[in-house]
């Protein structure tokens, strides 16, 4: 190696260190502070999945939903092709008639036979026209998707990890009414807003990744405009009762309803000038 191309190596250095630590989101195209690698993302997923599927009923093998799995396989294999990030992502049928759907860190992705179901005998159209139940399934699982991708659950250990590392040097520090004044009153804002932020993102790259693929993403204000109703079973929004997202089962820290179809209108009208993509 000349002098050179040595000194051009060593120049490089700060610039990798910088890449490794502060990589590029593939998912958002922002650079995020990272110290869990991929692996280890997977690996929390992968921990966490068995609990996770037998709390949401068990794995489906009954042959009464044989054409639910396949539509959920079919579904994923389209998506996954489009993803912004390659990761192991998998779709299991559960044995529940709950309404709920939710991705683990690393793409390991939880969907009740009870939400596809649901979707399939509800017959108002909000407005929007005929949305075949296949694009609305895919709605779900791109949302889900783009939690994974984006590395939202990742993220949320990360700032649990730092959070907790800042409280013990708060009360190594200083006097124990701080650290529990941190807790109670610092903690739940930062957590509340970042989840917030983390599903509208969810919405709106879900939406992306939907017209990749050839879905109609218009499927995704279906689904919202679905879960700002009241259920019919249970006589209660939705929303109050759906967790789509088992990392964050505070349900106060989804987006209201509303909100999240104003996004979603603005993103589909993006979508449709070709603006976004
Ligand atoms: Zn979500």
Redesign the pocket.
């Known amino acids: 190696m000349s002098s050179i191309t040595k000194a051009a190596s060593i120049c490089s250095w700060p610039q990798k260190f910088y890449d490794t630590i502060r990589p590029m989101n593939p998912v958002t195209g922002s650079r995020q502070f990272r110290f869990i690698p991929k692996g280890a993302e997977i690996g929390f997923g992968n921990y966490f999945y068995h609990g996770v599927v037998q709390e949401q009923g068990g794995i489906c093998r009954n042959p009464v939903y044989t054409e639910h799995r396949d539509l959920l396989q079919k579904v994923t294999g389209r998506l996954v092709h489009h993803a912004d990030r390659k990761l192991p992502y998998e779709a299991i049928l559960t044995d529940t008639g709950v309404e709920n759907a939710g ?1 683990l860190p690393g793409g390991k992705i939880v969907f009740c036979r009870g939400l596809i179901e649901s979707m399939q005998a509800e017959t108002r159209d909000f407005g929007l026209g005929y949305i075949p139940l296949e694009d609305k399934v895919a709605a779900v699982m791109s ?2 998707m783009v ?1 994974a991708g984006a590395r939202h659950g990742a993220r949320t250990l990360e700032m649990t990890l730092c959070l907790s590392v800042l409280i013990y040097v708060a009360s190594q520090v200083a006097a124990l009414a701080f650290a529990i004044f941190f807790v109670h009153y610092l903690r739940d804002p930062i957590f509340l807003g970042y989840s917030r932020s ?2 509208l993102e ?1 919405d709106r790259h879900g939406m992306k990744l939907m017209q990749r693929a050839g879905y109609d993403p218009k499927a995704a204000l279906w689904v919202m405009h679905l879960f700002s109703t009241t259920h019919p079973r249970t006589g209660i929004k939705w929303f109050d009762q759906i967790i ?2 088992p990392m ?1 089962k505070i349900l106060s820290t ?1 987006p209201a309803p509303d909100d999240r179809i104003q996004h979603a209108e603005k993103t589909l009208a993006l979508l449709a000038s070709g603006k976004l993509k």
């Open positions: 991705c949302h889900e939690h983390n599903e969810s789509l997202y964050d989804h």
